[in-house]
């Protein structure tokens, strides 16, 4: 059973910096693919834009909107996915979601859903950005 859950949301003025976690289990023997996705508000679930993602080798992966500002790292001793963020905009606002599912080749984890399924998805962080 796959679990995966967020932390480190919060509110933080522009130009202010928040690490996200996410804390993940289940894949003992298995290659995986995580990525970052957020959903702003007043976006629909299926207008979740994927931003970083890192699969169980290491490779990463960014969306054009946050190379150079969001950086995606892992700790695989805690099974433990950050994303660092900097120079945050109001319009990095939105929920931010841990999502995961099985790499079946490598190459594949990118922040979309072309290649990979995410069949499982955290409860998801709240990051706001005031100007």
């Known amino acids: 059973q796959v679990q995966l859950v967020e932390s480190g949301g919060g509110s933080v003025q522009a130009g202010g910096s928040l690490r996200l976690s996410c804390a993940f289990s289940g894949y003992r023997h298995s290659r995986y693919c995580l990525a970052w996705f957020r959903q702003a508000p007043g976006k629909e679930r299926e207008e979740r834009e994927g931003?970083?993602?890192?699969?169980?080798?290491?490779?990463?992966s960014y969306a054009e909107s946050v190379k150079g500002q969001f950086t995606i790292s892992q700790d695989n001793a805690k099974n433990i996915v950050y994303l660092q963020m900097s120079y945050l905009k109001p319009e990095d606002t939105a929920m931010y979601y841990c999502a995961s599912d099985t790499l079946l080749a490598p190459g594949l984890c990118r922040p979309s859903q072309e290649h990979v399924g995410f069949s499982y998805w955290g409860q998801g962080t709240q990051v706001t950005v005031s100007s």
């Open positions: 931003v970083a993602s890192i699969d169980s080798d290491g490779t990463t």
